[in-house]
């Protein structure tokens, strides 16, 4: 388990880095200037009210959301416009906001797309059902149909599956109970401690932060602090406020 | 019974063909959503591409089905998802519709270039002569074949779309497609997927209709274009019901055909008509959230609004240009400007409807064919209240059609109209007359009908030149009321209509009658178009008002540009100029009934039309260098430092390898 404040910066640097990302929709900028470092294998939350841009940053560092300016690092590498297929075989995995499964397919099926990634579907589903087994019951049951809290774990699960290296999860609490929420996380620092970097993006900070290595706060399109969880904390109150 | 049990079985075989041709519709629709209007098109030009191989070359029928259905036809929906369909994910519904009527153009137009027509194409069934019995009713072995198609089709559906990741692939790209990219797979080698499966299908569809009727373009186009209402009744998405309204226009059609056809009578007439009837009514009877397309896309369209002052010199400079011109043209190239100008008037028409409003409307002509009847019934003599009555006659007509047609837009909109365009290109036109409210009113039967030329206060327009002046009139006088729409309020509430159909939905009776009024004006506006255009044939049949002659008219004005009047007048140049061009030099006749065709097509590149395109170049000259649109988002090329080439799974175990990372590929 990775329980260092500050992880020692690794002679490679950052795995995942934004260097001055503007994006918008319609020539509207809901992005303005965003920098952001997250290195290999900790747990970085990204948070913030709502509307603060933070869904757009990481559809932009997965490379679903062409940035207006701004580079996105992979490795030290720039990627921006690379296909978003291309940065999912490179293991950048991202599960987006909402129920990020596909209703009308069985779980069987949701964990079948997931070979698109490259990984074997048996790999994929004994790894899937081995830390979720309530998914293996439900194999041939429509993912629409599942509770909540099942699709996001199916959601979560096929991400895992297919051994990403930086696992982005857009409000991975959202409408979920506590109890839910407290099992999920608790498999976000099992697949952290194996390696895995995790960037959380989700709105209500408290719970995250004290999961987390580094957080960013985010609000109306900036970066308004960054560091420690109990660095951060501090800005939270003004971005929150602030943005009311 | 026999009887009975042989119209079953003629009808049974008919749905097979409609289940294969609408299934492919289906595929297509749901996985791209871009709904395939050329797909009876494409059926048809297989059906001929077969009979070249397998009758004409005479290749072995299994290697002619195989190339047609499982190369040619594949290949071809795939390049055309690829090559046209791909480029209009932003594009406006309206703009995709009249993409997918270009290609339907452009396959009739090369269909009839490469197989000219009026030549005997004996086009035989499989296994001509043998048939077996059973319970007293003949079967062919080609409606055996037919009906084994149809359920080897079915169940190869069923297995792509259950049993293989490319079927799960489409299915969730239905679901979400946006998704199936976090997920690292294609969505658009799905839809080439798709259209490729679509366009085999249409391909086996029109091979195994084609031997019930002569192999001609126009009917086998539309033959299958009976198949949409088998696609719309399984609401567009669902394969087995798409089946049962395969079955049930299939057998409707055969039962027309045992007991409706020896009947006299106006209503003997309506059996070629079942099927776009089912159609229109199916559509009307779709539930309303279950219509896609709804969704509110920003329009890359292009819609000026001139200055008054402007449009009135405009239109006062088109008069005196046809003054002056008169005089010096030659009889032929009179009629050709005559012929083109009425015809813009048509496509003026359809400037506040398809333009402002953003209706696609597919029955522009059949309103003009209205107006022609109107004009012909009411003022054997000329008289200017010949024109008043096309005009009212028309309008009421497009108001009859718009008001059951008021909730459907987009695809649903335009098949509808399209369904009224062919029933009365079936079914009314052509009767002898029709009686209404206890009057005979004759209609065009299967010959032509005489139109007068208007004399309006005492001045004949009987002579071609003085035509040719009363037609630019006409045109400079509607041209003013659709720059003066365009300038109102009215004008403003039709573009928000388009823009935003759900806001303008909460605005509730002043969209109903916004929709109305706009349908009754362009169809009225058709309608003097129609009996102006008659008079310049003096004398017209149903034809010059079919179905397939709304096609070049929409294609040529949304070429020139269909947000405005001068877009419309664009349009109408450029049916004078290829009409010239085919008369001067006979051989090019071909090229130019395809161009409509390949001009729409291009609209997927620029769908603000020809206009925008040279107000942007003038605009740009004016500037001192060229203009251009700010395109959507700019492609930003891969960058991998020291890799310029496609990602291989070495690249990716390299770089893991440096990062150290965990993961093992
Ligand atoms: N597809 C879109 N089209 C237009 N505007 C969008 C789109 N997606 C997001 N926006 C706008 O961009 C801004 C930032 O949205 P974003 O989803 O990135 O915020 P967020 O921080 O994730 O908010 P939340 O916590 O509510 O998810 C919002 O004002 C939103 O309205
Ligand atoms: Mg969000």
């Known amino acids: 388990m990775s329980t260092l404040a500050a992880p020692v910066e690794t002679a490679l640097g950052p795995i995942l880095e934004l260097r001055g990302i503007h994006a918008g929709y319609h020539g509207i900028e809901v992005v303005s200037g965003v920098d952001l470092s997250v290195l290999p294998g900790e747990i970085y939350a990204l948070v913030g009210p709502n509307g603060a841009g933070k869904s757009t940053t990481v559809a932009v560092a ?48 949701n964990l079948w797309l997931a070979t698109h990634a490259g990984v074997a579907l048996d790999e994929i589903e004994s790894r899937a059902y081995g830390r979720f087994p309530v998914l293996g019951t439900r194999r041939a049951q429509l993912a629409g149909t599942l509770s909540g809290g099942e699709q996001q774990m199916l959601a979560l699960a096929r991400a895992v599956a297919v051994n990403p290296a930086v696992l982005l999860v857009d409000e991975l609490s959202m409408g979920l109970a506590p109890v839910i929420i407290a099992e999920l996380y608790g498999f976000i620092r099992e697949i952290a401690s194996a390696g895995v970097t995790v960037v959380l993006v989700e709105q209500f900070a408290r719970t995250v932060l004290g999961l987390a290595d580094r957080a960013a706060v985010m609000s109306n399109g900036k970066i308004v602090g960054a560091g420690r969880p109990d660095e951060v904390e501090g800005v939270l109150e003004a971005a929150y406020l602030g943005a009311l | 019974m026999d009887t009975f049990l042989t119209y079953t079985v003629f009808g049974l075989s008919t749905a097979a063909i409609y289940a294969v041709a609408a299934s492919g519709l289906v595929l297509t629709y749901t996985t791209s959503g871009i709904f395939n209007f050329a797909h009876g098109a494409i059926g048809m030009f297989a059906a ?223 059996r070629p008509a079942i099927p776009v009837l089912i159609l229109f009514v199916a559509l009307l009877a779709l539930p309303h959230a279950r219509l896609r397309g709804q969704l509110s896309r920003r329009s890359l369209d292009w819609f000026p609004s001139p200055s008054m002052s402007r449009a009135v010199a405009s239109a006062g400079a088109l008069v005196v240009a046809a003054l002056v011109l008169g005089p010096h043209l030659g009889p032929a190239n009179l009629f050709t400007a005559n012929r083109a100008l009425a015809l813009g008037i048509v496509a003026l028409s359809l400037v506040p409807l398809v333009g402002y409003a953003g209706q696609v409307a597919l029955c522009q002509m059949s309103f003009a064919g209205i107006g022609a009847l109107a004009m012909a019934n009411t003022a054997p003599g000329g008289s200017p209240l010949g024109l008043v009555a096309a005009f009212v006659v028309a309008a009421v007509a497009g108001a009859i059609v718009a008001l059951p047609a008021l909730r459907l837009r987009g695809i649903y909109l335009a098949l509808a109209t399209a369904a009224f365009a062919v029933a009365l290109d079936r079914w009314v036109f052509i009767q002898d007359a029709i009686r209404l409210f206890g009057r005979k009113i004759p209609l065009f039967g299967i010959y032509s009908v005489n139109v007068a030329r208007p004399r309006i206060g005492g001045v004949s327009f009987g002579s071609n030149r003085a035509q040719l002046v009363l037609l630019a009139m006409v045109f400079a006088l509607f041209a003013l009321l659709v720059v003066a729409i365009r300038r109102s309020a009215y004008g403003r509430m039709l573009l928000a209509m388009r823009e935003s159909p759900a806001a303008c939905a909460t605005l509730g009776l002043r969209l109903t009658v916004t929709k109305l009024s706009v349908f009754a004006l362009s169809a009225g506006m058709a309608g003097v178009g129609g009996a102006l255009l008659g008079g310049v044939h003096t004398a017209v049949a149903a034809d010059t008002f079919s179905f397939f002659q709304t096609l070049p008219v929409l294609l040529l004005a949304v070429v020139g540009g269909i947000g405005t009047v001068n877009g419309a007048f664009l349009g109408a140049v450029l049916l004078g100029l290829f009409q010239a061009v085919a008369r001067i030099f006979p051989s090019t006749n071909n090229v130019i009934n395809v161009l409509p065709g390949l001009a729409g097509v291009g609209l997927a590149r620029n769908p603000g039309g020809l206009a925008s395109d040279l107000h942007m170049a003038v605009a740009g000259l004016r500037a001192g260098r060229p203009r251009r649109r700010p395109a959507e988002s700019a492609e930003v090329p891969v960058e991998w430092i020291g890799i310029d080439r496609a990602i291989t799974p070495a690249d990716v175990a390299a770089l893991d390898a440096a990062l150290g990372m965990s993961s093992a590929r």
């Open chain 2, 48 to 270: 001929f591409v077969y009979w070249q191989l397998r009758f004409q070359w005479g290749w072995p029928t299994p290697v002619a089905l195989v190339v047609v259905l499982f190369v040619l036809a594949p290949l071809f929906g795939a390049i055309l998802e690829v090559g046209i369909m791909r480029g209009l994910e932003k594009a406006s519904e309206a703009v995709r519709v009249v993409v997918a009527v270009a290609v339907l153009s452009g396959l009739v137009g090369l269909a009839l270039w490469i197989w000219p027509p009026n030549t005997a194409r004996p086009f035989s069934g499989f296994y001509p002569g043998s048939k077996i019995h059973i319970a007293g009713a003949a079967v062919t072995a080609h409606q055996l074949i037919s009906m084994g198609c149809a359920i080897a089709v079915a169940i190869g559906l069923a297995l792509i779309l259950r049993r293989t990741r490319a079927g799960a692939d489409m299915r969730a790209v239905v679901d979400n497609r946006a998704l199936l990219v976090v997920f690292g797979g294609r969505p658009d080698r799905v839809a080439a997927l798709s259209w490729a499966i679509g366009a085999s299908l249409a391909a086996l569809a029109g091979i195994l209709i084609a031997p019930a009727l002569q192999l001609s373009v126009l009917p086998l186009t539309l033959l299958v274009v009976n198949a949409y209402a088998a696609a719309i009744i399984g609401r567009l998405s669902r394969l087995p019901a798409t089946f049962v309204g395969a079955l049930i226009i299939g057998l409707a059609e055969a039962y027309g055909v045992g007991y409706l056809s020896s009947r006299g009578g106006f209503f003997g007439g309506i």
């Open chain 1, 62 to 109: 997965a490379c679903l959301h062409a940035p207006t300016a701004g580079d996105v690092l992979l490795g030290g590498r720039v990627v921006n416009g690379a296909r978003p297929q291309d940065l999912c075989h490179l293991g950048v995995c991202l599960v987006p906001e909402g129920r990020s499964v596909f209703p009308n397919l069985s779980v069987h099926e």
